[in-house]
């Protein structure tokens, strides 16, 4: 199962993942995609190394899965930190853009429907 690595950066507290530069970005988007074990082992080490730097804190590895031909995270609680609160859409990673894309846009209260 694939892994993406996410952390908080150290400065601002903001949910953060590893690029596939080995740089981090707010972008759940641009989160390097780990096929393996032993790539997820190594981005970690490499994370690990960003914690002693006082980069960013609490990094580990997240699950994730392909939906609607993107990746998204399999757990509910780490769809949330990478997009953001779930009571306002207009907050958050989700208002900038930058929440995981998992497939077409969900209906909301909001949305006009004609049957």
Do not use: C
């Amino acid at each position: 199962m694939p892994d993406v690595i996410t952390a908080n950066r150290l400065t601002d507290g903001v949910v953060v993942f590893q690029t596939i530069d080995e740089a981090w970005s707010e972008d759940f988007n641009r989160a390097a995609v780990l096929a393996d074990p032993p790539a997820t082992a190594e981005a970690l080490a490499r994370a690990k190394r960003d914690e002693t730097n006082n980069l960013v804190v609490d990094a580990y590895a997240v699950p994730v899965e392909e939906r609607n031909g993107h990746f998204a995270p399999k757990a509910l609680r780490e769809a949330i930190r990478a997009a953001g609160p779930t009571n306002r859409r207009d907050l958050g990673k989700q208002a900038a853009g930058l929440a995981p894309r998992s497939g077409p846009k969900a209906a909301t209260e909001a949305d006009y429907v004609s049957l």
